[in-house]
């Protein structure tokens, strides 16, 4: 079983649509959960980091559940420009080392 | 400087012959990684280095890869007689500890013919 594992799509969805993407991870002492973007031929970027509360940044809400070790990201009203591939990030209990999953890749259609 | 900088941005290399990639990180950042990424592939884990602490060299793929990091700042990763399946893109990320995310570079494309 692979440390980080998500649905590699790709989901096709239409503007303004809701989406989410799930993520699972195997090791129950993780102290750390980011999502990240990475566009086609760049570099992954930071879009949040998940907090056990849950939390929300405009369009993107990011949450976690420790019990089931499993990390979500919903998008609201979806725009061409959130075409990406989604990566689900964990940090091992040592807080540092992160671990990549393979990546959701999403695609916005007119 | 404000990013993490990478050099070169592309390397083509003749197969057999050694490369040298550099990375800069965000200065204060005291952890820095290596990740390569094959075209249409996931992230594979390279490198780690935290501090003064001994570097985590699992994931290095053979003996022909080599990196160091320097006054605890700019990394250096050597690929020894390359070879064409080390064709891919080298990312460094940094980032302050723990628990934080990274940063990572704009990578360097290396192309082995």
């Known amino acids: 079983r692979k440390e980080v594992e998500q649905d590699p799509g790709p989901f096709n969805v239409p503007e303004g649509a809701t989406v989410a993407f799930n993520c699972t991870y195997s090791?129950?002492?993780?102290?750390?959960f980011f999502w990240y973007r990475q566009d086609c031929r760049k570099e992954p970027k930071l879009l949040m980091s998940v907090y056990s509360s849950g939390n929300e940044d405009g369009r993107f809400t990011a949450q976690l559940n420790r019990a089931s070790q499993y990390i979500s990201l919903l998008i609201r009203d979806s725009k061409l420009s959130d075409s990406a591939t989604y990566l689900c990030v964990v940090g091992g209990d040592t807080g540092n080392m992160l671990t990549f999953g393979g990546g959701t890749r999403l695609m916005v259609k007119p | 400087g404000a990013g993490v900088s990478q050099s070169p941005s592309n390397k083509v290399t003749e197969k057999g012959k050694d490369v040298e990639l550099r990375c800069d990180p965000i200065s204060g950042h005291t952890a820095l990684y290596w990740y390569r990424q094959s075209l249409g592939q996931g992230l594979e884990f390279l490198i780690y280095?935290?501090?003064?602490?001994?570097?985590?060299k699992s994931g290095l793929p053979s003996d022909r890869f080599s990196a160091e990091r320097t006054g605890g700042s700019v990394s250096t990763l050597t690929i020894q007689r390359t070879q064409q399946e080390d064709s891919a893109v080298y990312l460094c990320?940094?980032?302050?500890?723990?628990?934080?995310?990274?940063?990572f570079g704009s990578g360097t494309r290396l192309t082995v013919v």
């Open positions: 990320a940094s980032s302050r500890p723990p628990g934080y995310g990274y940063t």
């Open positions: 280095f935290q501090g003064n602490s001994a570097p985590d």
């Open positions: 090791n129950s002492a993780s102290q750390s």
